[in-house]
Each structure stands twice: as C-alpha cells, then as structure tokens.
C-alpha cells in the first residue's frame, strides 16, 4: 500500500463534521484548561496575557465545533452540498419501457460502494447502504439490455458481495464479471480497460459519487454513458417532509448526507491535486 494512498484514506476520515467537531472541542477544551489552572509562582505580564489569549481561544474553538455539528446536521447546509453533485448528472431518460441511449451498452458496470461482509450474514444484507442501492439501480437498468455483461469492480470481497446480490436479483451468473484489483475509485478504470476496450458501456454509481467517477474515467480514456443511481436529493431539495419537524432542527441523516457530500468534494479536490482529472 503505497504513501499517498494510505494519506488520503487517513485525511479522508477528518473531512467530516462529527470529526472536526470533536477536534475543535478536544483542543479548545485542552486550551480552557491550561488558561484555567492555577500556576504555583506569579506570573510575568506577558504570560499572562498569553494564558487569557489562550482560555479565550479555547471558547472560539469549542463555540465553532458546535457550530460545525449544527451546521452539518440541518437539511439546507446538507441538501445544498449533496443536491450541488447530485444535478450534475440526472438520471438516464426513459421513453416508454425503454432507457435513452446514445448506443446500445455492451456492459453495465456497478462501481463497490462498501460491504458488510460476515459469516452467516443474509446475501441481502452483505452490502453497505450504498453498495446495495448500486447493485440494485444496476441489475433495473441491465434488464433493458440483458445481452450486456455485468460488470462489478472492486475488491474480491466487494465484488463477491456484488455478485450474490446481482444473482439473487435475477442477473445469471454467466453475464457477472469481477474486476477485483481495484483499491479506489481512481483504481476503476485503469483495471477496467482490459475487460471494456473500447466498447459501449453502462457507468452505474451513487449519484454523489458520479461526479468524481466520470472524471476518473474520462481522465484514462473512457467515454461512459452515465447512468447514476442513489439520490438523495435530486431533483428537489428542501421539499417538505411530514416526519421532519423544522428545517432548522438537525437530523443524524444530515449530518450523514454533509459527510458524505464533503468526502466527495475532498477526492475531487484530492483528485485535480494529483492530477487524475
């Protein structure tokens, strides 16, 4: 596992709201403490000032990791940041019974959202929330075009799990590929060449996630057609909901929703820093 890989999985944990908050309190916290501690000899002017600098510091910080849970937490902050990546690409047309299609795709390929994977556990419930969602929106548009092969990428347990829950869900298992050298989005279509050459294919992922995808792809020389699944809030945000109380009274599905709309943004920034889009 090379440097820069390990980096970005280890920065991408910090780029969400229940993590900066809890930053932001530890160390103001930490700074309201040694402010507040009384020393055993007087002190100078100078360092007295710093120590009331400090407390003071403290307070800003603890007021601002609470600002940051509230803020992640309520559904216009949220909606805004997930609604911004989710209109880039709407769903695929449809015209009747039928998907609208430049060209007829000779693949559909579900990109790994997660797994769940333990013994004993039910095929259906080996995936994660999104990994699920992934692999059903992929097997609904692959019944237009059951010629086509399905593809599931990967690691060799993800895609393990791909594959139960595409059979059970009416795909044979001759039509299933698995693409299992795959770490990371970037990974997808470096290792999905081979298999895909220059053929029409079907990109299937979560909408929030679509955006850095297609970069991905286009970036190494594919042109997919775009076939996201998984929204979250398109095409309407903020539209009444009779379980949500207030717009402003924060919900643990936000606070989610800003987590994972802020991981896709950091790997796209990540992303152009690197040079892969």
């Given amino acids: 596992m090379d440097f820069w890989f390990s980096f970005k999985k280890m920065l991408s944990s910090y780029i969400n709201p229940v993590s900066v908050t809890l930053e932001l309190i530890f160390l103001g916290v930490v700074l309201i403490s040694f402010a507040a501690r009384q020393p055993k000899k007087p002190l100078g002017p100078k360092w007295a000032r710093f120590r009331a600098f400090a407390g003071d510091f403290g307070v800003i910080l603890v007021v601002l990791g609470m600002l940051t849970l509230y803020l992640g937490s309520v559904p216009p902050i949220a909606e805004a940041l997930a609604f911004h990546l989710e209109s880039q690409h709407p769903p695929l047309e449809e015209k009747g019974d039928a998907l609208v299609v430049p060209e007829t795709p000779d693949f559909v390929v579900v990109l790994a959202g997660g797994h769940l994977s333990g013994k004993g556990k039910p095929t259906l419930s080996r995936l994660s929330r999104a990994g699920f969602a992934r692999v059903v929106g992929g097997v609904d548009l692959w019944k237009h075009f059951p010629e086509a092969r399905f593809v599931v990428t990967g690691h060799p347990a993800e895609t ?24 990371d989005t970037k990974d997808h279509p470096r290792y999905l060449k081979p298999i895909l050459g220059e053929r029409p294919f079907l990109l299937v992922t979560s909408a929030l996630h679509m955006p850095r995808s297609v970069r991905l792809f286009r970036n190494q020389g594919h042109s997919p057609i775009v076939a996201p699944v998984d929204f979250l809030v398109w095409p309407s945000p903020g539209e009444s909901d009779p379980y949500r109380p207030g717009p402003f009274l924060p919900r643990v599905f936000h606070l989610q929703l800003t987590s994972q709309a802020l991981h896709e943004i950091g790997g796209l920034v990540w992303s152009r820093w690197q040079g892969e889009v």
């Fill in 160 to 183: 393990a799990a791909m594959r139960a829950v595409a059979e059970k869900l009416g795909v044979p298992g001759d039509k299933i590929l698995e693409e299992t050298e795959s770490r």
